[in-house]
């Protein structure tokens, strides 16, 4: 079975500063897929970003990018100019490319301060 | 956003009652999911749809049962409710032709 570890629970953050949550997954397989969700109070999961194993560039979505090391297993979500409403629950997930389950890391509960 | 409806949205019940939650997607997408939310493990996989009558457990599906007769339709079961299954229950869907999944609202189900 895969594993996703987030290894911090809780992180916070002042409003325009630089954030990075780590992530790291065990697996066998050589194709598949990584994501970070985000979670509000409102409880809605949310796609902020995705890459995929098979791709050498990291992923970026506006403020949101990814430092993905395939060979380290390590998948870390970087989110620049940090604003109020980035306060959430972060997981992050793992899809193997032959099966089709998600799995997914504890997450880490990210606080933006004023 | 992707057509997914969970209920009900909340639900208080009483040890040992059999209890079914209902997630109905608009979609056609293949793939559907129930996960359970619990502080400090994240999203777990309870079981999980691959088509019509196609289904297979997860990590943490003892307990639990699960039916797909329409593709739109995928019910979990609690056989008989334990304080232990007290939890925000999510569903989600995924289509082999994207790779992300998609989740409902979630289900906060307490078992008193």
């Known amino acids: 079975a895969q594993t996703v570890t987030q290894s911090q629970p809780e992180m916070s953050v002042q409003e325009a500063e630089t954030v990075t949550l780590s992530c790291t997954y065990d697996t066998s397989e050589n194709n598949y897929y990584l994501f970070w969700y985000k979670q509000p109070p409102s409880r809605q999961m949310i796609l902020v970003i995705r890459q995929e194993a098979y791709k050498q560039q990291n992923a970026t979505e506006n403020r949101f990018s990814v430092n993905f090391q395939k060979a380290a297993k390590s998948f870390s979500l970087k989110i620049s100019d940090s604003q109020l409403g980035d306060t959430a629950m972060y997981f992050c997930a793992f899809r193997g490319r032959n099966f089709n389950k998600f799995y997914f890391g504890s997450g880490t509960k990210l606080n933006v301060k004023p | 956003d992707a057509g997914i409806t969970q209920s009900p949205r909340h639900k208080v019940t009483e040890t040992g009652t059999p209890v079914t939650l209902r997630c109905h997607q608009t979609?056609?997408?293949?793939?559907m999911y129930w996960y359970r939310q619990d502080p400090g493990h994240g999203l777990r996989l309870i079981h999980y749809?691959?088509?019509?009558?196609?289904?297979d457990k997860g990590e943490v599906s003892d307990g639990y049962s699960v039916s797909r007769s329409k593709t739109e339709d995928f019910l979990l079961t609690l056989e008989s409710a334990t304080s232990s299954q007290t939890s925000v229950y999510f569903c989600?869907?995924?289509?082999?032709?994207?790779?992300?999944?998609?989740f409902g609202q979630g289900t906060r189900l307490t078992v008193v």
């Open positions: 979609e056609n997408h293949r793939y």
């Open positions: 989600a869907i995924s289509d082999s032709r994207e790779t992300e999944a998609f």
């Open positions: 749809s691959y088509g019509v009558k196609d289904t």
